[in-house]
């Protein structure tokens, strides 16, 4: 009796993780329920996976930026006067220092020793020339930092996007590498706006410009880019500056995560803007640099153009306004920046995407399959062992409802492959009965009592199911470990079958053994076909 | 109702003829593999571009390899998708059109090209929206740049007329499986303004893109690598646990066994020039589960009636368990069987590769742990004895439970 109250209590619960509370008794509040409750994979739901590469070395390379105008800053405070500069772009963790005074080595030794000695590897070389390389720990400590801090800039704007149940994290395929999947999206050219769009927005100085080619920009400064500076091309709205080109200041002004506040607005003339509020640091900072460089110009850059260009006419402290937007960049414009930008640039490796069509039909057809499969089984049994077949029906049906219980308290995805799964586990499901059956039949046959028979049936057949249960939940856990979206939600329901399985065919089949036993007469004989 | 009663088959006579049996079959697997048809590997394998597109009417094939070839595509593979009243064509680039610094441009490319080439309407339809391809959020834009209800005043249209684009795309796409084949399948799903301004300012391509998988080398060549270590791996699992629950060449002869059948399935998959995907690796590895709860339950059966009878030699105690357990064996993967079959004709197209794997391996799987694990158990024993060694039948430790 108490085993019957522990089965229907068991029953009761999973059912209760299907299902939880229908909001209504009709058909279509069940469905509803059931939907709401069991989480369905992308490849049902319709959605979009993405594998993006974080290029990590970027976030390197701002570091050693702002080291550069650190260091410039340091020597200069001690009267020392040198350049600073990157030598190399392919090698973003190299900062070159070059004609320091030969009499003042000592000084910028313990200097470079002390200030920068804890992150960077500091040699001196030959004609007063100073090499600062980047430890590797460090390099490996802004890379996990650029990952993460991608991770969760996303994650902020994809939230913006009102996606429900978006998963954002690294993923362990590669290094560096970021999954994304939004179920129940389709739009894939306004996610990757979205995620793509560094919107890098930063403020330089303009040394000179506009200039009609690259050429020319690089004639003003002589031929040749001087590592301080940059030849950018113009990618704002005024027709007559299409195809022209600056020369900036390499080092930004205000940068990245300067930016506290931005949003969308319009001008005067109903021109569509983004104003912006920098943060106290960064306003103090931008106001001493404005009140000191009046007159000259500066360039609003976006994602390596040039937005627009204008002179400083007066200091400015913490709020601006970027013009020449359409209606749709200056709202993404203005997403980007309240969200903050992304440390680094994104490649992507990897895109998919499933239309809700696909997944509906998808959805038929899984359903389908298991439910011919499994009357297709439970016949069988039925005709093939009669009355035991009706235990083994039951517990198959129970173990449908654990298995589909579990799904739902987990909150672990269903997927095509994972609806496979789910028949897959119908069809080893019988197998553990089958065995406890026939090796039944085989005791009765070797002329044991009914009680005995089912009694030893079971000892003997537990062994088996429980090695065959190990071995294949060995394969399942590697499934999960390895696979990917849809193969891990087939490990999954997988597992959780074989575990439900281990409950149903071997405890529950063998209390209604044991209840339809005590009530029959002793010598009358089982029903096991 | 009972087969199989009292079977007693002299399994291990007939060990030849399961050679040979094996032999045929996997050598001729590898043969294809090596020198005809290789291993196709699916998408995620090899990297690229693949688009899955509906079309309204019967799709030309040629048509689109033309149109496709007119824009400088020449490698693209066309295929029909699913069956032929599906109206569905997989449109494929190889590897090389798929480079990671413009991982889209191939989408891109298909896309414009179809646009231009396959539907009439598209080019005659400057400005206008695509309803068979648009997306809820350019749909909800659209509607609210057009405002037919004259709502922007209200501040409620953004809200309702994203309402009015799911509704419409949720018939699309649940109702009329993706593609309208008329803009009067529009009416009474939304507002009759909604309903009037997408009929004069909406058409219809014909061509619906319901999914499309783009796959960069990189990831490639990581899910490539990934798919043969976790088979491996769980082979070793499994040769570890026998180890630990049997003897250790109990533990070979189930991996040999499921290796052979592992070889096997994946010949067929080359003689059949089908492709291998994710989801069939996933397959195989169930297959290997599988096919060692086979093994398992005969040699369970072999340990058994060795502890029973240790004087009988160890051919005919095989032979006994396997007559044993062969009522077992057969019903279980019989319907397992049924099960899979199911899924194969019912499953649809996305499921054809898992559920062809699992087809053929259940029947391999059931065929090697009779034919090909417990005749290597006896093998080895004879192999030992000729050597001189102890021939000490290989009773396995007690089981542990």
């Known amino acids: 009796m108490r085993k019957t109250i522990l089965i229907i209590a068991v029953l009761l619960v999973f059912v209760f993780g299907i299902f939880r509370i229908p909001k209504g008794i ?79 080595g000592a000084d910028v030794r313990s200097l470079l020793d002390s200030r920068y000695g804890a992150q960077y590897l500091i040699s001196s070389e030959p004609n007063n020339n100073w090499i600062l390389t980047m430890k590797g720990t460090e390099v490996q ?81 002589g031929g040749t880019v001087p590592p301080e500076d940059e030849v950018m091309a113009y990618g704002g709205n005024e027709p007559e500056l299409f195809g022209q080109y600056y020369v900036l200041q390499r080092l930004p002004v205000v940068a990245g995560d300067d930016f506290r506040d931005a949003q969308p607005s319009v001008d005067e003339n109903g021109r569509p803007d983004a104003t912006f509020i ?74 998919s995407v499933v239309g809700p069509s696909l997944g509906a039909d998808s959805i038929r057809r899984g359903v389908l399959a298991s439910i011919v499969g499994m009357l297709a089984v439970m016949i069988f049994m039925l005709v093939y062992y009669h009355g035991a077949g009706i235990n083994a029906d039951l517990a198959l049906i129970l173990n449908l409802i654990i298995l589909l219980g579990f799904m739902g308290y987990s909150k672990a995805v269903l997927t095509l492959p994972g609806i496979a799964g789910v028949i897959l586990t119908i ?56 696979g990917t979206g849809p193969v891990k939600g087939f490990a999954i329901t997988l597992s959780f079958g074989l575990f439900a399985n281990l409950f149903t065919a071997v405890f529950v089949s063998r209390h209604i053994f044991d209840s339809i036993l005590k009530r029959k007469q002793r010598g009358e004989a089982l029903s096991i076909g | 109702m009972e087969l199989f009663r009292g079977v007693d088959v002299d399994w291990l006579g007939k060990k030849w003829y399961f050679l040979a049996f094996s032999l045929v079959f996997s050598v001729s ?23 899955y597109v509906q079309f309204e009417q019967a799709p030309n094939l040629d048509r689109i390899r033309q149109a496709m070839d007119r824009a400088g595509i020449h490698d693209s593979r066309i295929q029909a998708y699913g069956t032929a009243d599906q109206k569905q ?53 659209y509607l609210e740049q057009n405002d037919p209800e004259h709502l922007l005043s209200t501040g409620s249209a953004g809200q309702k007329y994203a309402q009015q684009a799911a509704a419409i795309l949720n018939h699309r796409d649940k109702d009329l499986g993706g593609i309208f084949s008329s803009l009067d399948q529009l009416n009474g799903v939304a507002d009759p303004a909604v309903v009037n301004q997408l009929k004069q300012g909406a058409y219809l391509s014909g061509f619906h893109v319901f999914a499309a998988d783009i796959i960069g080398p990189q990831v490639g060549a990581a899910l490539r690598r990934q798919a043969l270590l976790a088979t491996l791996y769980s082979l070793a699992g499994m040769l570890v646990y026998l180890w630990f629950r049997f003897e250790l060449i109990y533990g070979v002869a189930a991996v040999v066994a499921v290796f052979h059948d592992t ?49 009988e030699n160890l051919a005919s105690v095989v032979n006994r368990s396997i007559n044993q357990t062969l ?30 794997a699992l087809v053929i391996g259940i029947l391999i799987g059931t065929y090697s742990s009779i034919a090909v694990a417990a005749p290597m158990l006896v093998a080895y024993q004879e192999w030992r004895a000729k050597r001189g060694k102890q021939a000490v039948l290989p009773t396995g430790k007690k089981a542990k439970v």
């Open chain 1, 26 to 104: 009709g058909l279509s509040a069940w469905k509803t329920a059931l939907t709401d409750n069991i989480h369905l994979g992308l490849d049902l739901k319709g959605g979009i996976h993405l594998v993006l590469q974080v290029m990590v070395q970027e976030a390197v390379g701002a570091e050693t930026d702002n080291a550069v105008a650190r260091i410039q800053a340091d020597l200069q405070q001690s009267g020392i006067s040198a350049r600073v500069f990157k030598p190399d772009t392919k090698k973003p963790e190299v900062i070159q220092i070059q004609g320091t005074p030969a009499d003042r």
């Open chain 1, 141 to 221: 400590a802004i890379e996990q930092r650029a990952v993460q801090q991608s991770i969760d800039t996303i994650g902020t704007r994809i939230n913006d996007l009102g996606v429900t149940e978006p998963t954002i994290q690294e993923y362990n395929l590669g290094t560096n590498q970021i999954l994304v999947e939004l179920p129940g999206v389709d739009d894939l050219s306004r996610v990757r706006d979205i995620i793509q769009s560094t919107a890098r927005l930063e403020i330089h100085l303009v040394v000179g410009g506009p200039f009609p080619s690259e050429q020319a920009a690089m004639q003003s400064v």
């Open chain 1, 278 to 351: 920098l943060t106290r640091n960064a306003g103090d900072r931008f106001y001493q640099f404005t009140s000191a460089n009046i007159g000259k110009s500066l360039a609003v850059v976006l994602d390596n153009r040039v937005q627009e260009a204008a002179n400083i006419q007066q200091a400015i402290r913490d709020q601006g306004r970027i013009t020449g937007l359409s209606k749709e960049k200056a709202e993404n414009l203005s997403l980007m920046l309240r969200t903050g930008a992304l440390p680094a640039s994104i490649h992507y490796l990897q895109e």
């Open chain 1, 427 to 482: 069809g080893m499901g019988v197998d553990s009965n089958v065995l406890i059956f026939e090796r039944i039949r085989e005791e009765l046959r070797a002329g044991k009592a009914p009680a005995a028979a089912v009694e030893q049936g079971f000892a003997h057949a537990w062994t088996t199911i429980l090695d065959t249960h190990v071995t294949t939940i060995v394969s399942a856990i590697i499934l999960f470990l390895f």
């Open chain 2, 29 to 51: 697997g590898v043969l294809s593999i090596l020198f005809w048809h290789g291993i196709k590997l699916g998408i995620d394998f090899r990297g690229g571009t693949l688009v």
């Open chain 2, 89 to 141: 064509v997989a449109i494929s680039l190889a590897q090389k059109e798929t480079q990671e610094s413009s991982l889209d441009a191939g989408r891109e490319t298909i896309l414009k090209t179809l646009n231009a080439n396959y539907s009439s309407t598209g080019a005659a339809n400057p400005g206008k929206l695509d309803l068979d391809n648009a997306s809820q959020g350019s749909l909800a834009q």
């Open chain 2, 263 to 311: 070889l096997i399935t994946v010949g067929a998959f080359s003689l059949r020039d089908q492709e291998m995907t994710l989801t069939v690796i996933a397959a195989l590895l169930t297959l290997i589960g599988y096919s060692m709860n086979d093994t398992i339950v005969v040699f369970d059966r072999i340990r058994e009636n060795l502890r029973m009878s240790r004087r």
């Open chain 2, 327 to 356: 009522s077992r064996t057969v019903l279980t993967s019989g319907l397992t069987f049924l099960t899979v079959l199911s899924l194969y004709v019912f499953g649809g197209e996305v499921l054809r590769g898992f559920s062809f």
